[in-house]
């Protein structure tokens, strides 16, 4: 993988990261208990994947790894309880 191709990826994860963040923040989701401070987590999203960009100079493997750490992390945490609610309740209206 070259340093062009990783830094793609880097920039990929980060629209992953602040998507799901921010997703969830918007829609609120029940199933996610502690109140998003959406300004914090812009922040640390951009100096997580920062952190990433500099890594990929040392070696692109290890960069792409932590980016796709945080962006999978915050997937799981925040995006997916969003998109679950989000198309249940959707489910729920159409029956109604």
Do not use: C, W
């Not at 994860?13 to 996610?32: D, E, F, N, R, W």
């Not at 997580?48 to 799981?76: C, N, Q, R, T, Y």
């Amino acid at each position: 993988m070259t340093n062009d191709d990783a830094q793609r990826v880097i920039i990929l994860m980060t629209l992953v990261t602040i998507g799901s963040t921010a997703g969830a923040s918007l829609y609120k989701p029940k199933s996610v208990k502690k109140e998003i401070k959406l300004h914090r987590v812009i922040a640390g999203g951009f100096f997580a994947m920062m952190i990433s960009s500099v890594l990929v100079e040392a070696d692109p493997k290890l960069g792409v790894g932590l980016a796709v750490l945080v962006a999978g992390g915050a997937f799981i945490a925040y995006g997916l309880p969003t998109l679950q609610e989000s198309f249940t309740s959707q489910e729920k209206r159409k029956t109604k």
